[in-house]
T-cell receptor, first 114, second 115 residues
Framework: AQSVTQPDIHITVSEGASLELRCNYS??????LFWYVQSPGQGLQLLLK??????LVQGIKGFEAEFKRSQSSFNLRKPSVHWSDAAEYFC????????????FGGGTRVLVKP | NAGVTQTPKFQVLKTGQSMTLQCAQD?????MYWYRQDPGMGLRLIYY???????DKGEVPNGYNVSRLNKREFSLRLESAAPSQTSVYFC??????????????FGPGTRLTVL
């Protein structure tokens, strides 16, 4: 069965510093990859997605992610974090053959220090 | 265009009580999904409906039933609530084009506490 791992449960970063969130997946075929963000008490907002093509994808709010097939990874990055980036981030993998279902990682909570 | 809406936003139940969570989408999507979110476990799929008239079990279906009432609405029912069902429930929808994978759009969630 497919699985998604986000190794870091919590990350604390200073405002203005760079941020990288890790995501690894297990699946035999090429997956469809997503990063979602959830602010406290809110629903999920899509940050970016990778379906095919260029392995470096740009998203909203200044985020980007890179798909590395050899490492089965899809890490999320932001060069300079803002206080409003404090939230929980979820990596997810979709499989068309599985009825467009999504498998989510456990999430990484990001705290931003002033 | 409201997207995906869920009612209620909050609910407290006693063990053994029943309730139905409602979800509706106005994007003319074919597929709809119910997830539960628990700390450290991300979102887990409870049930989904690939198209009107069909429903299938997801990863954690025990204790739940669903109804795809029409193309817009997909409800989740807890027949006899248990404390283990305390969670945040999210509904989502997506198109179902066979030619590509389709992004899911999420509702705001329902926070359920079972005492």
């Amino acid at each position: 069965a497919q699985s998604v791992t986000q190794p870091d449960i919590h990350i604390t970063v200073s405002e203005g510093a760079s941020l990288e969130l890790r995501c690894n997946y297990s699946y035999g075929a090429t997956p469809y990859l997503f990063w979602y963000v959830q602010s406290p008490g809110q629903g999920l907002q899509l940050l970016l997605k990778y379906f095919s093509g260029d392995t470096l994808v740009q998203g909203i709010k200044g985020f980007e992610a890179e798909f590395k097939r050899s490492q089965s990874s899809f890490n999320l990055r932001k060069p300079s974090v803002h206080w409003s980036d404090a939230a929980e981030y979820f990596c997810a993998v979709g499989y068309k053959a599985a009825g467009n279902k999504l498998t989510f990682g456990g999430g990484t909570r990001v705290l931003v220090k002033p | 265009n409201a997207g995906v809406t869920q009612t209620p936003k909050f609910q407290v139940l006693k063990t053994g009580q029943s309730m139905t969570l409602q979800c509706a989408q106005d994007m003319n999507h074919n597929s709809m999904y119910w997830y539960r979110q628990d700390p450290g476990m991300g979102l887990r799929l409870i049930y989904y409906s690939a198209s009107e008239g069909t429903t299938d079990k997801g990863e954690v279906p025990n204790g739940y039933n669903v109804s795809r009432l029409n193309k817009r609405e997909f409800s989740l029912r807890l027949e006899s609530a248990a404390p283990s069902q305390t969670s945040v429930y999210f509904c989502a929808s997506s198109e179902a084009r066979s030619s590509s994978y389709n992004e899911q759009f999420f509702g705001p969630g329902t926070r359920l506490t079972v005492l």
